[in-house]
T-cell receptor, first 113, second 108 residues
Framework: DVKVTQSSRYLVKRTGEKVFLECVQD?????MFWYRQDPGLGLRLIYF???????EKGDIPEGYSVSREKKERFSLILESASTNQTSMYLC????????????FGPGTRLTVT | GQQVMQIPQYQHVQEGEDFTTYCNSS?????IQWYKQRPGGHPVFLIQ?????EVKKQKRLTFQFGEAKKNSSLHITATQTTDVGTYFC????????FGAGTRLTVKP
């Protein structure tokens, strides 16, 4: 059974803080993704990675960076958190290729005050 | 870039009524996936459609992929309270993009 875990379910940070969101998957998946979910906007892709040390920008990468030093771990970094980054952040993983589904973690509800 | 539009944004039905959500892409898709997110949960994969005109069924759920591979639909027959949640389509064309989702509520 695929398991995707995220470091926190809830997180409260102050404006300007550096924030790290961690995601770990246990199925040796090549692809990993970070999304943010906001009401009415669905799932918007921030960054994805198809291999260790590889990263690709999604649709809304501004204000974010990522790190993938190990295959099982994909980190999302908010360099200087802002209130408009208050959101639900979802990590997902999947096998390489277009024909494989994504497996999602439980999400991190981030509030920036 | 590729966009996937999904309608309606919300749908409230009486238990036993049918429900349909639609997805439209600005580009031809190689395949489309459907996910369900229960309230408080995370998206879970339901099904994938690959072929032009493909129709697949899962019990009361019917999924269709358009002939031009630019649109898709999910139809639920005789909704139940367990169907409550947000249904997302995700279109693949080199990269996968999710629609905004349709939030379904069911009144018992």
């Amino acid at each position: 059974d695929v398991k995707v875990t995220q470091s926190s379910r809830y997180l409260v940070k102050r404006t300007g803080e550096k924030v790290f969101l961690e995601c770990v998957q246990d199925m040796d998946h090549e692809n990993m993704f970070w999304y943010r979910q906001d009401p009415g906007l669905g799932l918007r892709l921030i960054y994805f990675s198809y291999d260790v040390k590889m990263k690709e920008k999604g649709d809304i990468p501004e204000g974010y960076s990522v790190s993938r030093e190990k295959k099982e771990r994909f980190s999302l970094i908010l360099e200087s958190a802002s209130t408009n980054q208050t959101s639900m952040y979802l990590c997902a993983s999947g096998r390489r290729g277009l024909l494989y589904e994504q497996y999602f973690g439980p999400g991190t509800r981030l509030t920036v005050t | 870039g590729q966009q996937v539009m999904q309608i309606p944004q919300y749908q409230h039905v009486q238990e036993g009524e049918d429900f349909t959500t639609y997805c439209n892409s600005s580009t031809t898709l190689s395949n489309i996936q459907w996910y369900k997110q229960r309230p408080g949960g995370h998206p879970v994969f339901l099904i994938q459609l690959v072929k032009s005109g493909e129709v697949k069924k899962q019990k009361r759920l019917t999924f269709q992929f358009g002939e031009a591979k630019k649109n898709s639909s999910l139809h639920i027959t005789a909704t139940q309270t367990t169907d409550v949640g947000t249904y997302f389509c995700a279109g693949n064309n080199n990269d996968m993009r999710f629609g905004a989702g349709t939030r379904l509520t069911v009144k018992p």
